[in-house]
T-cell receptor
Framework: GAVVSQHPSWVICKSGTSVKIECRSL??????MFWYRQFPKQSLMLMATSNEGSKATYEQGVEKDKFLINHASLTLSTLTVTSAHPEDSSFYIC??????????FGAGTRLSVL | AQSVAQPEDQVNVAEGNPLTVKCTYSVSGNPYLFWYVQYPNRGLQFLLK??????LVKGSYGFEAEFNKSQTSFHLKKPSALVSDSALYFC????????????FGAGTTVTVRA
């Protein structure tokens, strides 16, 4: 299957700092990528849809100024958690749409805000 | 709106026994259904999908799923479970109103005992 790389896999930061997470499609071009948040033992919650060359579409209740998404190329989308606070600690997962139907997922990023 | 339900939080089976993970769906048109598996602290891995065609879909790692329109179900099955199949399994449906978005079930934790 297609490969999606997500980096870093784990990050610890101080409250008030910003953290950038990268999502790369390694062997295919992805015009659309997705960012999810997952709480322990829960399902994935879609945060936003990232479209190459245009603004991201955020789900209801997700603060776009806090979770900045940039999809500058067909193989890279980034999620920046700005002014992170402990309640932002979570597991963040990206996915990239491959062809018409399948999303391939990154390995996820564990964010811990102290 | 599209949705899927996974009625079982946990499934426990002995190695070598058949494994079934249940999923029911609710859609307003033709369903596009997926199964993903997640290992601890990892992203999701694509197992299989149903778009159209044969009701029995074969996927990765010996898994298959049966689409049943009359029962609105898409159960995941494996004839002989392995200890390494222990993981979190998600059923998902593609949202036809918001193209390419996936709506996930709550997940089912599968434990295969030796």
């Amino acid at each position: 299957g297609a490969v999606v790389s997500q980096h870093p896999s784990w990050v610890i930061c101080k409250s008030g700092t910003s953290v950038k997470i990268e999502c790369r499609s390694l062997d295919f071009q992805a015009t659309t990528m997705f960012w999810y948040r997952q709480f322990p033992k829960q399902s994935l919650m879609l945060m936003a849809t990232s479209n190459e060359g245009s603004k991201a579409t955020y789900e209801q209740g997700v603060e776009k100024d806090k979770f900045l998404i940039n999809h500058a190329s067909l193989t890279l989308s980034t999620l920046t958690v700005t002014s992170a606070h402990p309640e932002d600690s979570s597991f963040y997962i990206c996915s990239a749409r491959y062809r018409a139907d399948i999303q391939y997922f990154g390995a996820g990023t564990r964010l811990s805000v102290l | 709106a599209q949705s899927v339900a996974q009625p079982e939080d946990q499934v426990n089976v002995a190695e070598g026994n058949p494994l079934t993970v249940k999923c029911t769906y609710s859609v307003s048109g033709n369903p596009y259904l997926f199964w993903y598996v997640q290992y601890p602290n990892r992203g999701l891995q694509f197992l299989l999908k149903y778009i159209t065609g044969d009701n029995l879909v074969k996927g990765s790692y010996g898994f298959e799923a049966e689409f049943n329109k009359s029962q609105t179900s898409f159960h995941l099955k494996k004839p002989s479970a392995l200890v390494s199949d222990s993981a979190l399994y998600f059923c998902a449906v593609r949202d036809m109103e918001n193209d390419y978005k996936l709506s996930f079930g709550a997940g089912t934790t599968v434990t295969v005992r030796a």
